[in-house]
């Protein structure tokens, strides 16, 4: 996940060794097919079956049936692989401290390089892309890799807290690194995720420990309206469009007209939606938005939210199960949590609020290198969390 600061292509390059790896051991290991088909058995396993066999429906009312069932598979795919990773490594626990010690150094060192090239050699950002010793723009390059340093924090913070010692502070010390990159680069999507990771953490350590409750409140109350303020005053200067819902230095003005497009167009189908992936592909979709500049078009590539996505492209029908499926999950660890106090149930909650928070601001659902960061970061946390029973297992 670190290397995504190179963007796309060595990162899922490196995906795809492990899951070729993790292949070889499921066709080789008893144990790891068991655990696969336990976790296709379970509970959660069986409502996101229904949820692929739903979008599966809701494609042939899509405006290209085969490019909707394609991106869906796909999705359904990574899942599936993802599972493979839980199950890989619940059966090679003697490899998790490599892994840990491996996600917090490599997550800092790419940070650290980040900053340095925020902030005073720019050039870097372009040696880390393989472009080059070129002068550019480091925040525009490096903006979805603070997307990904988000969905790091609780990960490498866990991982930290498990190994204990030095481990520990490393781990912790993503959090500040990371938030001063989502600032620079002006992620307002990242920093939202940001926001609702602290915010989830705080409630359900103070439901389960009770001392320090008005000081972590009143700190992660000044973060949070700190946050709010800088939004604020980074975007006050700005001249009004008129026509807008929501305050521009909230939501910027063409996000806005993003949403208000894919809204339109849930409008006109709002049971089956338009396919999935097929929003930009919409007439009127490419068009000019008036009064912003040349480059702003109502749906440039996606909706930039995932509601708006999954509503416009599948309906009602193909967008409840989600939300039905995501709560049912988010219930089953909150009740294991409150039951155990189990620092790796509350990390995959955390994980879970960051990273759809934050995806309802910005990146298509469908884009690979975002599912699969939540997928397999949620399986290298709910691999190592040991439970008593594997009925216990989300």
């Given at each position: 996940m670190p290397l995504r600061i190179s963007g796309v292509a060595l990162e899922q390059g490196a995906l795809a060794l492990a899951l070729v790896g993790c292949l070889f051991v499921f066709f080789t290991t008893k144990n790891v097919r068991d655990l696969v088909k336990f976790a296709m058995a379970s509970p959660v396993g069986y409502a996101s079956v229904f949820v692929f066999v739903i979008w599966c429906v809701t494609a042939f009312f899509s405006i290209d049936v085969l490019g909707s069932l394609k991106i869906g598979g796909r999705t359904a795919l990574f899942l599936l692989l993802s599972v493979l990773v839980w199950a890989?490594?619940?059966?090679?626990?003697?490899?998790?401290?490599?892994?840990?010690?491996?996600?917090?150094?490599?997550?800092?060192?790419?940070?650290?390089?980040?900053?340095?090239?925020?902030?005073?050699?720019?050039?870097?950002?372009?040696?880390?892309?393989?472009?080059?010793?070129?002068?550019?723009?480091?925040?525009?390059?490096?903006?979805?890799?603070?997307?990904?340093?988000?969905?790091?924090?609780?990960?490498?913070?866990?991982?930290?807290?498990?190994?204990?010692?030095?481990?520990?502070?490393?781990?912790?010390?993503?959090?500040?690194?990371?938030?001063?990159?989502?600032?620079?680069?002006?992620?307002?999507?990242?920093?939202?995720?940001?926001?609702?990771?602290?915010?989830?953490?705080?409630?359900?350590?103070?439901?389960?420990?009770?001392?320090?409750?008005?000081?972590?409140?009143?700190?992660?109350?000044?973060?949070?309206?700190?946050?709010?303020?800088?939004?604020?005053?980074?975007?006050?200067?700005?001249?009004?469009?008129?026509?807008?819902?929501l305050p521009e230095w909230l939501i910027d003005p063409h996000r806005q007209q993003i949403w208000k497009f894919a809204f339109h167009r849930f409008l006109e189908k709002p049971w089956f939606g338009n396919g999935i992936d097929q929003l930009n592909k919409l007439p009127g979709a490419n068009l000019h938005v008036p009064g912003l500049d040349a480059s702003a078009a109502f749906i440039p590539s996606h909706p930039h939210s995932w509601v708006m996505e999954i509503l416009a492209e599948t309906g009602v029908v193909g967008f409840l199960p989600v939300v039905f499926t995501l709560g049912f999950l988010a219930i089953r660890l909150i009740k294991r949590y409150l039951k155990d106090g189990n620092d790796g149930d509350l990390t995959l909650l955390i994980l879970m609020s960051g990273f759809w928070a934050s995806a309802l601001f910005n990146f298509s659902i469908w884009a690979v290198w975002w599912q699969l960061t939540f997928f397999v970061l949620f399986a290298i946390i709910a691999s190592a969390r040991n439970p008593k029973t594997l009925s216990e297992t989300p």
């Amino acid at each position: 996940m670190p290397l995504r600061i190179s963007g796309v292509a060595l990162e899922q390059g490196a995906l795809a060794l492990a899951l070729v790896g993790c292949l070889f051991v499921f066709f080789t290991t008893k144990n790891v097919r068991d655990l696969v088909k336990f976790a296709m058995a379970s509970p959660v396993g069986y409502a996101s079956v229904f949820v692929f066999v739903i979008w599966c429906v809701t494609a042939f009312f899509s405006i290209d049936v085969l490019g909707s069932l394609k991106i869906g598979g796909r999705t359904a795919l990574f899942l599936l692989l993802s599972v493979l990773v839980w199950a890989v490594l619940i059966c090679h626990t003697g490899r998790h401290q490599l892994l840990w010690k491996t996600l917090i150094i490599s997550s800092l060192a790419c940070a650290t390089m980040a900053l340095i090239a925020m902030n005073g050699f720019s050039e870097l950002a372009s040696i880390i892309k393989g472009n080059g010793f070129l002068r550019n723009s480091p925040y525009v390059i490096l903006k979805p890799f603070s997307a990904s340093l988000l969905c790091l924090i609780p990960v490498v913070a866990w991982c930290g807290r498990n190994l204990g010692g030095c481990w520990r502070w490393f781990g912790y010390a993503l959090a500040p690194l990371a938030l001063v990159i989502i600032v620079q680069t002006s992620n307002r999507a990242a920093l939202a995720g940001y926001i609702v990771m602290a915010f989830t953490g705080v409630v359900l350590v103070s439901i389960t420990n009770r001392q320090h409750v008005k000081a972590i409140f009143s700190a992660t109350a000044a973060g949070i309206s700190a946050g709010f303020a800088w939004l604020y005053f980074h975007e006050i200067g700005r001249p009004p469009i008129e026509g807008m819902y929501l305050p521009e230095w909230l939501i910027d003005p063409h996000r806005q007209q993003i949403w208000k497009f894919a809204f339109h167009r849930f409008l006109e189908k709002p049971w089956f939606g338009n396919g999935i992936d097929q929003l930009n592909k919409l007439p009127g979709a490419n068009l000019h938005v008036p009064g912003l500049d040349a480059s702003a078009a109502f749906i440039p590539s996606h909706p930039h939210s995932w509601v708006m996505e999954i509503l416009a492209e599948t309906g009602v029908v193909g967008f409840l199960p989600v939300v039905f499926t995501l709560g049912f999950l988010a219930i089953r660890l909150i009740k294991r949590y409150l039951k155990d106090g189990n620092d790796g149930d509350l990390t995959l909650l955390i994980l879970m609020s960051g990273f759809w928070a934050s995806a309802l601001f910005n990146f298509s659902i469908w884009a690979v290198w975002w599912q699969l960061t939540f997928f397999v970061l949620f399986a290298i946390i709910a691999s190592a969390r040991n439970p008593k029973t594997l009925s216990e297992t989300p």
